[in-house]
């Protein structure tokens, strides 16, 4: 029996697609239209296509117009940036998204920059990057809000904890530190290049592990009485033979040590999906020019 609080991310997640619902209806009825959000997957991956499936059945759950976009894989730089300008000129449309990865022949950081920032509802637009980092309102991006918001409903303040981040991507570990940072923590990220990271990391107050490394966090990398939010997500053959999802950290060993841990699935993945109906709302107010909504 683990000793941890698990923190359940799956029904948190549904208590926000709930309220996002009650927006939008609102939103609707005040606007005369739905809230929308523009998903556009350029190739064949399947791992973006049960991604996308999953962002237009959140919507279409939450009163939220959804447009999907396929486009083929081969299709050039140009063509791409052609779709998001059409995007970020229909009214229709609250939100884009292009779901990443994108084939070798598009750059990701042009793409990405081509969103119009007020629809940029990934908030991985370099105008929204620099707000998250000066404190400004801004599209927050869906993962890491996610984790803050899990962190919260057990540390309902972490102003003065020691946090630490494992890994430093620009979707996840980056941003985490800036939010982390704007809550009061204080913050530190390992990375590859890393000293001592397990000792760095059994200090931390709050343990967040975004590595894409599964099984990487055991119970002598946490400090007792830890909130441990595990991001990573990764396929993995149990001893039968049988394919599972694992995340970063050993749930067995540290959940027999932490104070609150999140489970892999059932954790961070399903806030992903709740906190990009919350930015689809929150682009739709704010590109009308009403108040935020309050989630």
């Known amino acids: 029996m683990p000793h941890a609080t698990v923190i359940d991310g799956a029904?948190?997640?549904?208590?926000?697609?709930?309220?996002a619902a009650v927006v939008a209806a609102h939103l609707c009825s005040e606007i005369g239209s739905a809230p929308g959000l523009a998903t556009v997957l350029v190739g064949e991956d399947r791992a973006s296509q049960v991604y996308i499936r999953a962002k237009g059945q959140a919507c279409a759950n939450s009163g939220i117009a959804a447009f999907d976009t396929r486009l083929p894989a081969g299709i050039s730089e140009g063509g791409l940036?052609?779709?998001i300008e059409r995007l970020n000129q229909d009214d229709r449309v609250d939100g884009v998204l292009v779901q990443l990865p994108l084939p070798r022949q598009i750059d990701p950081h042009r793409i990405v920059s081509a969103i119009d920032p007020a629809k940029d509802v990934d908030g991985f637009h370099p105008v929204n990057v620099g707000h998250l980092?000066?404190?400004l309102p801004t599209m927050v991006p869906c993962t890491p809000q996610g984790c803050l918001r899990l962190l919260r409903t057990v540390r309902p303040d972490p102003a003065g904890l020691d946090a630490v981040v494992i890994g430093r991507s620009n979707i996840v570990g980056k941003p985490l530190a800036a939010l982390l940072i704007g809550a009061d923590c204080t913050v530190t990220m390992i990375h590859s290049k890393t000293r001592d990271a397990r000792q760095i990391a059994s200090r931390a107050d709050i343990l967040i592990a975004a590595a894409g490394q599964p099984g990487m966090v055991r119970g002598d990398w946490v400090?007792?009485?830890a909130t441990v939010i595990d991001v990573g997500i990764s396929a993995a053959a149990d001893p039968e033979g049988r394919t599972r999802v694992v995340g970063d950290v050993d749930f067995a060993s540290v959940s027999a040590i932490a104070g609150?841990?999140?489970?892999?699935?059932?954790?961070?993945?399903?806030?992903?999906?709740?906190?990009?109906?919350?930015?689809?709302?929150?682009?739709?107010?704010r590109r009308r020019g009403l108040a935020d909504p309050m989630f």
């Open 133 to 135: 980092w000066s404190g």
């Open 81 to 83: 940036l052609a779709e």
């Open 260 to 285: 609150a841990i999140t489970p892999v699935p059932g954790g961070v993945g399903p806030m992903t999906i709740a906190c990009l109906l919350l930015n689809t709302l929150l682009a739709a107010c």
């Open 11 to 19: 029904a948190i997640a549904a208590r926000l697609r709930q309220r």
């Open 223 to 225: 400090r007792p009485g």
